[in-house]
């Protein structure tokens, strides 16, 4: 199934092709009018240039008319072989269809909502035939019913005729066209990003890059830069200040020679408060007692660090390098 780009924006127009595989672009009048171009002549070159096919319409009130005016389009640089020239269907429109056919340019007669209207598109030999399947949708339509005889009618008679799914509203309609077997689809740029997106495809992303991460970064790699220590001589006071100083909720305590006492956090914190009110408050850090910190080489992985975290059920680590703190890493540190 050809995959098209429907769009007259030129900042969509360059991030859909990014892509590398998308067969065309389709624009029409009525978006470049929204985009507020007025120089249609020079957008429909430099269009021509950004993109393998592009498709424009060829407008007339006769037969005679829409081939003189796709004439004079090609007549600005167009490359007849990437150039499809788009007609409404009409008696007139299908007749310009088989002129422009008989010359060998290629031909896209669209806003078909009948079946009739696709035969005689396809009994004119146009090379697309575009049914509106939102536009049909907004008006009660069964425009999926329509596709599908258009694509039956195809494979029947044996029309050198592509089915075209335009019109498209959400990606839904993509599945659509999918399951219809439709030759071709126009998507705008807002429904293409769609296609990809699938939340369980983003957990389990997501967490192949998080397992991948704790087996090739080193915990001292994943610290943010940030020494969070404090004297042991330092008063309850301003050690919640240096907590408030570094964003941490923890900083490490050292003795007077550069080792670890303990680890103050705010836990400790609230528990002292409780337990012996607002004068712990004039206390220093040496006063008070300390488990033994939990602590980390950083030359390891973060794979061990893990490892401690769900081991200890403590919300940091002391990280350390021969014995000394260089560091402090948080749980959260290793989903970054």
């Known amino acids: 199934m050809e995959l098209y780009l429907d769009s007259a924006n030129l900042k969509e127009i360059e991030e859909g092709f990014k892509l590398g595989f998308l067969n065309g672009l389709t624009t029409t009048p009525t978006f470049m009018q929204k985009e507020g171009i007025t120089d249609i002549d020079g957008t429909i070159v430099k269009l021509s240039k950004m993109v393998p096919v592009l498709q424009i319409e060829a407008l007339g009130n006769s037969a005679e008319e829409v081939l003189a005016e796709a004439e004079r389009q090609l007549a600005l640089g167009l490359d007849p072989k990437k150039t499809v020239f788009k007609i409404p269907v009409s008696l007139e429109g299908v007749r310009a269809c088989k002129l422009l056919r008989d010359k060998g340019y290629l031909?896209?007669?669209?806003?078909?909502?009948t079946l009739q209207q696709a035969y005689m598109a396809m009994q004119a030999g146009a090379s697309y035939v575009c049914p509106l399947v939102g536009r049909l949708q907004d008006q009660g339509h069964d425009a999926l019913a329509l596709v599908q005889q258009c694509i039956?009618?195809?494979?029947?008679?044996?029309?050198?005729?592509?089915?075209?799914?335009?019109?498209?509203?959400?990606?839904?309609?993509?599945?659509?066209?999918?399951?219809?077997?439709?030759?071709?689809?126009?998507?705008?740029?807002?429904?293409?990003?769609?296609?990809?997106?699938?939340?369980?495809?983003?957990?389990?992303?997501?967490?192949?890059?998080?397992?991948?991460?704790?087996?090739?970064?080193?915990?001292?790699?994943?610290?943010?830069?940030?020494?969070?220590?404090?004297?042991?001589?330092?008063?309850?006071?301003?050690?919640?200040i240096k907590m408030t100083e570094y964003?941490?909720?923890?900083?490490?305590?050292?003795?007077?020679?550069?080792?670890?006492?303990?680890?103050?956090?705010?836990?400790?914190?609230?528990?002292?408060?409780?337990?012996?009110?607002?004068?712990?408050?004039?206390?220093?850090?040496?006063?008070?007692?300390?488990?033994?910190a939990i602590t980390i080489e950083?030359?390891?992985?973060?794979?061990?660090?893990?490892?401690?975290?769900?081991?200890?059920?403590?919300?940091?680590?002391?990280?350390?390098?021969?014995?000394?703190?260089?560091?402090?890493?948080?749980?959260?540190?290793?989903?970054?």
């Open 247 to 292: 964003n941490f909720g923890a900083v490490t305590v050292i003795k007077k020679d550069g080792t670890i006492k303990g680890v103050f956090t705010d836990g400790s914190l609230r528990k002292l408060l409780m337990d012996k009110g607002r004068d712990i408050l004039s206390k220093k850090l040496s006063d008070l007692e300390y488990r033994a």
């Open 298 to 336: 950083g030359n390891v992985l973060l794979n061990d660090a893990s490892g401690l975290f769900k081991k200890t059920q403590v919300d940091t680590i002391v990280v350390t390098e021969n014995g000394k703190p260089i560091g402090m890493l948080d749980i959260q540190d290793l989903k970054s």
């Open 152 to 240: 039956d009618a195809v494979d029947l008679y044996g029309y050198d005729t592509k089915i075209m799914f335009s019109s498209v509203r959400h990606a839904e309609h993509v599945r659509n066209a999918i399951n219809l077997g439709v030759h071709t689809i126009t998507v705008p740029l807002k429904v293409l990003k769609q296609l990809t997106e699938n939340n369980f495809t983003t957990l389990g992303t997501d967490q192949f890059i998080s397992d991948t991460r704790l087996m090739m970064v080193r915990v001292k790699e994943a610290i943010n830069g940030i020494n969070p220590i404090v004297a042991e001589d330092t008063s309850i006071t301003d050690a919640i």
């Open 107 to 113: 031909v896209n007669v669209h806003l078909v909502y």
